[in-house]
């Protein structure tokens, strides 16, 4: 399958621009230039930015130059480093992945599609200048299977407004069912060339979700060994397969924009279920980016993974 040059092993930046209190202390100090020095080392080609459209954008519809400025920073700050970035829309007005955020509307509202279709075109015209080094994703997690009809209609007409301003950029999307696997065969076929198969696997939800408290498809009290578990190779080459497939028919690489594993599981069953999904990353050519580099209930660069972490980046 074809390979993604540039972005084909990252780290996530959430809770920096997104999922977050918004606070100033928060966008000034949360992650810094050390931060991205630190994933350089690391040996990763790239880092995914989610960012809510509230950064950047007024109620109004206006744009914070500060937000922008703010994005730009992180680009330079990349560059510097020689790690490129796919800059992720994670919250557009009207529609969240996560139902706490109370937006809603989106899929049946032309007036905030058009807002959305505006926000990326100011995004395409601030950064689609560099296709080297900066990617763009539409937006993170369609939730319902209901609207993959409309999805893939804004889809087209957002990536056609964004090729005005943004011609070569390398552009993802993704399906329902939080941008599951075996969503991304109802997938579009891509509009041109440079459109990516986007997907994020947390499976089973039941061992990489062990303790949450946000997702009623769980039980938060369970704990669950890997060895407890079918977790195999074989389970993620299955599970993948119908992606892979879509994949191939129209010719498009596919990105694996979020997997990992939640703090409450231990350090080295951590490390297995991660060498695990990473063959098969590996046997099909799927870039990738995991969630994330610190905090956010899966930080990688937390302490409580240092006893691991030199073997554990092996399977990034």
Known sequence: MLKTKGFYKGVNLGG?????DYSQERLDTFITEKDIEKIA????????????????????????ADGFERIAKA?????????????????????????????????????LQERFYCLWEELAKHFGSDPE??????????????FIDTWNKISAICIGRIRKFAPDTLILVGSYYNNSACAVKDLAAPVDDKVIYNFHCYDPLKFTHQGATWTDQIDPAERIAFDDTDITPAFFDDFFASAIDAAKKNNTPLYCGEYGVIDVVSPEDTVKWYKAINEIFEKYNISRSAWSYKQMDFGLSDERLDSVREELLKYL
Do not use: M
């Open 16 to 20: 920096w621009l997104s999922q977050c």
């Open 41 to 64: 080392s690391w040996g990763l080609d790239h880092v995914r930015l989610p960012i809510d459209y509230n950064v950047v954008e007024n109620e109004d519809g206006t744009y914070k």
């Open 75 to 111: 680009i330079e700050w990349c560059r510097k480093n020689n790690l490129n970035l796919v800059l992720d829309l994670h919250k557009t007005l009207g529609f969240s992945f996560d139902f706490g955020e109370k937006q809603s509307g989106f899929f049946d509202n032309e007036k």
């Open 133 to 146: 080094h900066v990617a763009f994703e539409l937006l993170n997690e369609v939730t319902d299977k209901a």
